[in-house]
């Protein structure tokens, strides 16, 4: 599909939303959190990429490595039941439910997370001395999704407005005082790390605003608050803005890893998530830029990324060289899209591509791949094939998103619920976050996975 952005958006449009978002994001604030005292800022560094992935191999400072050796091969106890009600002199209170299977652990999970890795009072979560944007996106993610879990939802509602305080802290309106020609967008997004006066701030990574845009979505339809989908929409402005016409470009179009100048690959995973976003807001707002978008980016993906084999390969340079490596997760968001745009549109070639899509990933991603990979990307994996299973009522992706997080639940948890994941066995935000959002979408109604 061939549609020149200022034909989506035109700078008007986009000066509106930013406008927006200025509001937005201060709206989104609950109290500003106050810079932790003698705290080191990181020093922002770039996220290079290893093993033919962008990402780097830490996404934050880890809080220990598990000697294999000591990692757990037993069976997991279960969880322990919410703690009842004291009795008092007036009316009895209802006892709340105990949780059992899936909800009991991703609340377990949930808990483990908030006593590890969650500074008190500021929003924030530990890192290097604060997480990257990467991770803090999927608590964010983690917080959002127990909200959408009916037995959960009551006592999740301080969790999620607690991430939106923090959230606040990775906003960058302008890029101010950042020396001219540094970035190629100064629309206001959310850094890779915290921004200044607590953080170093630096480049916008568009997956990372992505994942943040996709959550805002999710929490819109629940609170409605019109903040929250401001800020959305905001982000999706600094998406669109960030498409390459370039007609010099090898397969033009597609969008970058950072706004940093000298990024020129283009990603699946900058470009499929920021379909589903703006699907997303499509659904929501009826308006047809978006699905015009949205349609444009999983062709694009289509066009220049989709390997003979059915499955997304990982970025394409300017001159045209594709990264063929293969990640479940950009498989994911590709199905996520398909099955969005078949929504949409009521154009069943989008619901086949979908499940043309899933039936090779379920194929190449085996037990031992996705084992390969860091949690998070069997999140994204997952999530995308159970919203693809509730069109198509297929149990198959629930099935495997199951046998994924019981694995991982038997062998990989610690004796106080961290898990860990990779080489060396690592605990981190990343992983635990990841964990949690696998059994609360399990635990969750699929509309409310998008």
């Known amino acids: 599909m061939s549609l020149r952005i200022h034909h989506l958006l035109g700078t008007p449009a986009r000066a509106a939303v930013s406008c927006v978002a200025l509001a937005a994001a201060a709206a989104l604030t609950v109290a500003p959190p106050a810079p932790a005292a003698g705290i080191r800022a990181a020093a922002a560094g770039s996220r290079v990429g290893t093993a033919g992935s962008r990402y780097p191999a830490g996404a934050e400072r880890p809080a220990f490595v598990v000697p294999a050796g000591q990692r757990s091969r037993r069976a997991a106890t279960a969880a322990r039941p919410l703690a009842k009600h004291r009795r008092s002199r007036g009316p009895r209170k209802r006892a709340r439910p105990v949780l059992r299977g899936n909800p009991a652990r991703a609340l377990t999970a949930f808990q483990a997370m908030q006593q590890q890795y969650y500074i008190?009072?500021?929003?924030?979560?530990?890192?290097?001395?604060?997480?990257?944007?990467?991770?803090?996106?999927?608590?964010?993610?983690?917080?959002?999704?127990?909200?959408?879990?009916?037995?959960?939802?009551?006592?999740?509602?301080?969790?999620?407005?607690?991430?939106?305080?923090?959230?606040?802290?990775?906003?960058?309106?302008?890029?101010?005082g950042t020396p001219e020609g540094t970035y190629t967008s100064a629309l206001p997004a959310y850094d890779g790390t915290v921004a200044p006066p607590a953080g170093p701030g630096g480049p916008k990574y568009y997956d990372d605003n992505d994942w943040v845009g996709i959550e805002l979505a999710r929490l819109y339809r629940v609170d409605r608050n019109a903040a929250v989908l401001g800020t959305a929409?905001?982000?999706?402005?600094?998406?669109i803005a960030g498409w390459q016409t370039n007609p010099e470009l090898s397969c033009p179009g597609g969008i970058p890893f950072s706004n940093i100048v000298e990024n020129s690959d283009r990603n699946t995973v900058t470009v499929a998530p920021a379909a589903e976003l703006a699907l997303q807001l499509y659904s929501i707002t009826g308006n047809s830029q978006y699905l015009q978008f949205g349609e444009m980016a999983y062709e694009w993906v289509r066009r220049c990324l989709l390997n003979p084999e059915g499955l997304y390969s990982d970025h394409i340079s300017p001159l045209g060289a594709v990264e063929p490596m293969l990640w479940s997760y950009n498989q994911g968001t590709m199905i996520g899209a398909g099955t969005?745009?078949?929504?949409?549109?009521?154009?069943?070639?989008?619901?086949?591509?979908?499940?043309?899509?899933?039936?090779?990933?379920?194929?190449?991603?085996?037990?031992?791949?996705?084992?390969?990979?860091?949690?998070?990307?069997?999140?994204?994996?997952?999530?995308?094939?159970?919203?693809?299973?509730?069109?198509?009522?297929?149990?198959?992706g629930r099935r495997s998103a199951q046998a994924y997080v019981d694995?991982?639940?038997?062998?990989?948890?610690?004796?106080?619920?961290?898990?860990?994941?990779?080489?060396?066995?690592?605990?981190?935000?990343?992983?635990?976050?990841?964990?949690?959002?696998?059994?609360?979408?399990?635990?969750?109604?699929?509309?409310s996975y998008f």
């Open 120 to 176: 008190p009072g500021s929003g924030l979560y530990s890192g290097e001395p604060f997480s990257y944007l990467w991770p803090f996106s999927q608590a964010l993610a983690a917080a959002i999704t127990l909200a959408n879990v009916p037995a959960l939802a009551p006592s999740m509602g301080r969790e999620v407005q607690a991430r939106l305080a923090g959230l606040r802290s990775y906003f960058d309106p302008n890029n101010s």
């Open 233 to 239: 929409q905001a982000i999706m402005a600094f998406e």
């Open 407 to 447: 694995n991982a639940w038997q062998n990989l948890r610690l004796g106080n619920n961290l898990f860990i994941a990779g080489s060396p066995a690592t605990a981190q935000l990343l992983v635990q976050s990841a964990i949690v959002q696998i059994y609360g979408l399990l635990s969750s109604q699929p509309r």
């Open 340 to 396: 969005m745009l078949y929504q949409a549109t009521g154009n069943a070639a989008f619901l086949y591509q979908a499940r043309q899509t899933a039936k090779a990933a379920l194929a190449y991603f085996t037990p031992e791949r996705l084992e390969l990979e860091i949690p998070f990307f069997a999140a994204v994996y997952f999530r995308n094939l159970l919203y693809l299973d509730s069109v198509t009522h297929d149990p198959s």
